[in-house]
């Protein structure tokens, strides 16, 4: 038999997830400033296998503006700039036959407004996923009426709910104020 706690915890570990998935997600949102996460997304044809960049190269940031791509095998130099091409990151690669070196350029006013959007929607997204939980979760408390588990217990239960609920929304806004003052400090 389900109890209130359980759902409690149930609800915990997804707030949690969504909470990490998101902070995944803006990592790869770049901020002007190099970043080897922006490239996680991306993946090169490794003898007809579409592998994962950081798989088939060492990728260093040697300094602020610059990512450099050292693949273990160099034919893969041009399997790697054609997928760095295909890809949306909005940077050109260079390649010198040993490495291939991405210059982050910097951000324009514009970009970063339109960088503050897609971190915005997405810390949304996450907010709505938190609200989906709580929703479901109240659901099954309610659920646990009929099993003879008392209101007063199931009241207690959504009323944790909601306090988690808040404190991951509140976390969702934490991470969005940090990426969004990283966005916008030139």
């Known amino acids: 038999m389900a109890s209130v706690s359980s759902n409690l915890d149930s609800a915990k570990d997804s707030m949690e997830k969504i909470l990490k998935h998101i902070q995944g997600e803006l990592t790869k949102i770049r901020a002007g400033k190099a970043n080897p996460a922006v490239l996680e997304g991306i993946s090169v044809n490794y003898y007809g296998t579409p592998t994962p960049l950081s798989?088939?190269?060492?990728?260093?940031?040697?300094?602020?503006?610059?990512?450099?791509?050292?693949?273990?095998?160099?034919?893969?130099?041009?399997?790697?700039?054609?997928?760095?091409?295909?890809?949306?990151?909005?940077?050109?690669?260079?390649?010198?036959?040993?490495?291939?070196?991405?210059?982050?350029?910097?951000?324009?006013?514009?970009?970063?407004?339109?960088?503050?959007?897609?971190?915005?929607?997405?810390?949304?997204?996450?907010?709505?996923?938190?609200?989906?939980v709580r929703k479901d979760t109240n659901e099954s408390l309610k659920k646990l009426l009929k099993e003879g588990i008392s209101e007063d217990d199931v009241?207690?239960?959504?009323?944790?709910?909601?306090?988690?609920?808040?404190?991951?929304?509140?976390?969702?806004?934490?991470?969005?104020?940090?990426?969004?003052?990283?966005?916008?400090?030139?």
């Open 55 to 132: 798989q088939v190269a060492a990728i260093n940031t040697p300094d602020a503006r610059t990512i450099v791509i050292k693949p273990w095998e160099k034919n893969m130099l041009a399997e790697i700039e054609k997928a760095i091409k295909i890809s949306d990151l909005g940077i050109n690669p260079n390649n010198d036959g040993e490495v291939i070196r991405l210059v982050v350029p910097p951000l324009t006013e514009e970009r970063r407004k339109d960088l503050v959007k897609q971190v915005k929607n997405e810390v949304e997204a996450g907010r709505v996923k938190v609200r989906n």
């Open 155 to 186: 009241k207690a239960g959504e009323t944790k709910v909601q306090t988690l609920t808040d404190g991951y929304i509140k976390k969702l806004d934490e991470v969005l104020a940090a990426k969004e003052k990283e966005i916008m400090t030139v």
